[in-house]
């Protein structure tokens, strides 16, 4: 099926493959390309993914994070909307555990003056990135194979030759949302404090005024560094995750061509579940931390020193 066989290195690079659409040197726009092909059937590509620059977009991770989020936004209000206070059901139950879960961790990590908008903000991070996380799950090799028409990786006639199906294995997403709580902080740094207080905090702590340069050189890196460790340790823990499972993968390769093939299947069935019992817990645990981390850092920034 495929125009040729891929062997262990190229399916690990082929799932490694965002499919990305950006502007080349020539001022065209089009889709990657990767060995001398198109990521998308039926285009033509005139540059790598290297060649684009700042201006490639990760259209898998684009997608799948604003189908997730929608999917969410869609679910949370039918269940608002069909809430019964007589006769909950059990997914009105789930989700009022989930709301209290969330409303705890929000009273026991921000206890600066009432803020409307952190325990909005603290649901939507938990349920969006627990969503994000999940999709780690999904048997490696289904969404690339459904995208592209139901044929095999880099197959002739496919659709779209490159799909990957977790967002957070892209750094572009963990970072962006990392980004997105660092303006929130300064944003209620500076509300909170004033443009003086915040810049006296980075400048004046923790020596005094007149070691302001040592200081600087202590409070600003570290202050920045909480915010790049927030997106590069979600961004870490699933990209370890998601290139455990394409190696496990690695082991079906051969499962209908000889009895060791068979042994190689079934030893791979066997990994596989371990590894995603296991993951289950990271998938949880991560997109805990990274709203737990979040409401600390805003409590900070509301806090006065």
Not at 42 to 48: L, R
Not at 290 to 302: D, I
């Amino acid at each position: 099926m495929a125009s040729k066989e891929l062997n262990s290195t190229d399916y690990i690079e082929h799932h490694l493959t965002n499919l990305t659409y950006g502007k080349c040197p020539d001022g065209t726009w089009s889709f990657a390309e990767v060995h001398g092909k198109s990521q998308v059937a039926g285009t033509e590509a005139s540059c790598n993914i290297s060649e684009m620059g700042f201006w490639a977009f990760q259209v898998d991770t684009l997608f799948m994070s604003f189908l997730l989020g929608m999917g969410m936004i869609f679910f949370m209000r039918r269940v608002a909307k069909n809430a019964s206070s007589s006769k909950p059901g059990r997914i009105q139950n789930a989700v009022e555990y989930l709301v209290t879960l969330v409303r705890d961790q929000v009273q026991d990590n921000f206890t600066a003056d009432k803020n409307p908008l952190m325990g909005p903000l603290a649901l939507t991070i938990f349920v969006w990135v627990f969503l994000m996380n999940l999709m780690d799950l999904i048997p490696i090799d289904l969404v690339p194979w459904i995208a592209n028409g139901f044929a095999a990786p880099n197959a002739e006639g496919g659709a779209i030759h490159y799909f990957k199906v977790l967002p957070v294995a892209d750094i572009n997403a963990p970072m962006g949302m990392a980004l997105g709580v660092l303006i929130l902080i300064h944003y209620y740094s500076i509300k909170n404090k004033g443009l003086g207080g915040f810049l006296a905090e980075l400048t004046f702590q923790p020596y005094g005024k007149w070691m302001a340069p040592i200081n600087v050189i202590f409070e600003i890196p570290g202050f920045y560094a909480k915010q790049l460790a927030l997106g590069l340790r979600l961004y870490g823990n699933l990209f370890a995750g998601e290139m455990i499972f394409i190696l496990i993968a690695l082991f079906f390769g051969g499962f209908f061509s000889s009895i060791t093939g068979v042994l190689a299947g079934v030893a791979g069935l066997a990994l596989n579940f371990i590894w995603a019992v296991f993951h289950i817990l990271v998938v949880i645990l991560q997109a805990f931390l990274f709203m737990v981390l979040t409401l600390v850092y805003l409590q900070q920034a509301h806090e006065h020193h």
